[in-house]
C-alpha cells in the first residue's frame, strides 16, 4: 500500500520551534512528530510513500533516510515553490498507479487509516476522506454530508451564516488513480480548496468516514501543546 506523506509546510505559526527545524521534525514527547507518522502508517499497512519537502528539505532526509528503520521505502519530491495539498500529489502522479492515501503529516492521530480503505473498497466511492467532529468550524475546512455519509459540499473556513456541518476535513484521504485527473499539472492546487468541489460539481463520489480518535491539527503552538500532551498519554500506554 503506497502513499502521499504530505510535509513541506512552512509551520511559520510554530515559531520558535521551527525556525531551525521543518514541521515535520518538531519533538513529540520527545519524538520527532515525522517519527510518530511512519510508525503509524507502517501499523496501518503501508509500505512505500512518497514525502513532498521544501522547508530544510536536507533535515528530514538525514533523519527518515531510506526509511528501512520503519519497514517503509520512503521516496522525496523536492518542491522549489509549494504546490499544495494536491499539486504536491500530481507531480509525482505515476507514483500512484493504483488506489492510495495522502496523509497530512501536522495532523497527528494514531486513528487506523484502514478504515479508509475498507470503506473505499465497499462503498466504490472515487475517494472517501475522514472527516471529525469540531464545535468550532470557521478555522477548518467544513465538510457536509448526507444521512448516509456521502460528502455533500466541502466550505473553507464558512462564516458563521454559512455553517451545515460540525464536521470538518481530517487531512486523510483514500483515493483512486482517477483523482489524479482532476489535479492540475504544474500548478498550486488544494484538495479541500479546488480538487473535491471540482470533482462533485462533475458528479463524482465522494465518500466521508466518521473518526471516533482523537486529531489535533498542529498549526499554532497551542494545537502543539495539546499534541504533545497526547502524545506524551501515547507513550504511557506503551
Not at 499497512?45 to 521544501?54: D, I, K, Y
Not at 460540525?166 to 484538495?191: C, K, M, S, T, W
Request: with cysteine.
Amino acid at each position: 500500500m503506497k502513499a502521499m506523506v504530505l510535509a513541506a509546510g512552512l509551520g511559520t505559526r510554530l515559531r520558535p520551534l521551527t525556525e531551525d527545524k521543518p514541521k515535520c521534525l518538531i519533538p513529540l514527547a520527545g519524538r520527532p512528530l515525522i517519527d510518530w507518522t511512519l510508525h503509524w502508517l507502517h501499523s496501518c499497512g503501508v509500505t512505500e510513500c512518497v514525502m513532498n519537502l521544501h522547508y530544510l528539505p536536507d533535515k528530514v532526509r538525514h533523519f527518515v533516510g531510506d526509511g528501512s528503520r520503519y519497514s517503509l521505502r520512503v521516496h522525496y519530491s523536492y518542491e522549489s515553490e509549494l504546490l499544495g495539498t494536491a499539486g504536491a500529489v500530481k507531480k509525482v502522479a505515476e507514483f500512484f498507479n493504483e488506489p492510495f492515501y495522502v496523509i497530512y503529516s501536522d495532523n497527528f492521530s494514531q486513528w487506523d487509516i484502514q478504515k479508509l480503505k475498507a470503506s473505499f473498497e465497499i462503498n466504490g466511492a472515487i475517494a472517501t476522506a475522514a472527516v471529525h467532529w469540531r464545535e468550532d468550524v470557521t478555522q477548518s475546512g467544513m465538510v457536509e454530508l448526507d444521512a448516509e455519509d456521502w460528502v455533500l459540499r466541502l466550505v473553507e473556513k464558512p462564516k458563521a451564516e454559512d455553517i451545515a456541518s460540525h464536521y470538518v476535513n481530517a487531512g486523510f484521504y483514500h483515493l483512486h488513480p482517477r483523482v489524479l485527473d482532476y489535479i492540475p499539472e504544474d500548478e498550486f492546487a488544494d484538495f479541500g480548496y479546488h480538487i473535491f468541489p471540482k470533482m462533485l460539481q462533475a458528479g463524482e463520489n465522494i465518500y466521508g468516514v466518521k473518526m471516533e480518535d482523537p486529531i489535533i491539527g498542529i498549526d499554532t503552538l497551542e494545537a502543539y501543546e495539546k499534541a504533545n500532551a497526547y502524545a506524551l498519554s501515547l507513550r504511557n500506554q506503551e
